[in-house]
């Protein structure tokens, strides 16, 4: 297989899955601070899915820091295809949780223009924000080990 940036066990790869923990961490962060939160139906899906983000990139984390660490190659097959088919997964789950999560926002308080409650919309805004963030970067990291599984 090819070793190219993002793949794991490199430096860009650790990068790649810490900074998908921070966005998602961020937008929990974001969200969970508000008091109305759980009252919308999307927006408890959003926590769920950055819940399960966090777990994924967290644990995958890990693993790239270990293969720095003792210079192991991740490129067996077999690793490779359960990393595709979790990226996938988080991906998909990730970008329906903030599109569901966007379209409510812009609903509620543009549309309908009932945001009354100021600084609530501007973190439910900067949670939707982190959310798209931590799904580019799965989504990269996502088509990297897909073309890692199709080059090997």
């Given at each position: ?42 927006f ?14 967290s ?5 790239d ?73 799965i ?14």
């Open positions: 297989m090819k070793d190219f940036a993002g793949t794991p066990g490199t430096i860009t790869g650790l990068v790649l899955r810490v900074s998908q923990c921070l966005f998602a961490a961020g937008s929990i962060a974001s969200m969970a601070t508000t008091k109305n939160f759980f009252s919308i139906t999307a408890c899906y959003l926590i769920a899915s950055m819940g399960l983000q966090i777990i994924w990139c644990g995958l984390a890990f693993l820091a270990y293969a720095l660490a003792k210079k192991k190659v991740l490129h067996n097959h077999v690793l490779v295809s359960l990393f595709v088919v979790g990226d996938w997964v988080t991906a998909t789950l990730s970008l329906a949780a903030a599109s569901a999560s966007a379209g409510v926002t812009m609903l509620y308080f543009a549309d309908v223009a009932s945001c009354r409650l100021g600084q609530e919309c501007l973190k439910y805004q900067i949670s939707v924000a982190f959310a798209f963030l931590s799904w580019i970067t989504a990269l990291s996502s088509l990297i080990m897909f073309w890692l599984l199709a080059a090997g």
